[in-house]
């Protein structure tokens, strides 16, 4: 499975932005996807998941109530939307895939980079 992040940009705190990931291979619709930030100089956050049948994990405290995910399977895209973006919201978002039986994220997007101007 290939991943692919887009629709990063600059957008004012209070905006909202929506961010697709899209894969390649038929089998993706079997696999969890999950979002993960990086914010400069700070470790990798982990910022939610969605299964294969559209349930989604708790996201982090951080993004609770104003970030979404979602999943196209007939589209191989999942999506990340994102409400009442803050400052503390920059950061270059990727999205991974794995297998419902694996533990480790195995297939990686190279992520798409997002800054909230305050």
């Known amino acids: 499975v290939q991943l692919q992040a887009y629709g990063g940009g600059l957008v004012q705190a209070g905006a909202s932005l929506r961010l697709s990931c899209a894969a390649s291979?038929?089998?993706?619709?079997?696999?969890?996807v999950g979002w993960f930030r990086q914010a400069p100089g700070k470790e990798r956050e982990f910022v939610g998941s969605?299964?294969?049948?559209?349930?989604?994990?708790p996201s982090a405290d951080s993004v609770k109530g104003r970030f979404t995910i979602s999943r196209d399977n007939a589209k191989n895209t999942v999506y990340l939307q994102m409400s009442s973006l803050k400052a503390e919201d920059t950061a270059v978002y990727y999205c991974?895939?794995?297998?419902?039986?694996?533990?480790?994220?195995?297939?990686w997007g190279q992520g798409t980079l997002v800054t909230v101007s305050s």
């Open positions: 991974a895939a794995r297998g419902v039986a694996m533990t480790q994220y195995t297939f």
């Open positions: 969605i299964s294969r049948d559209g349930a989604t994990t």
């Open positions: 291979g038929r089998a993706f619709s079997t696999y969890l």
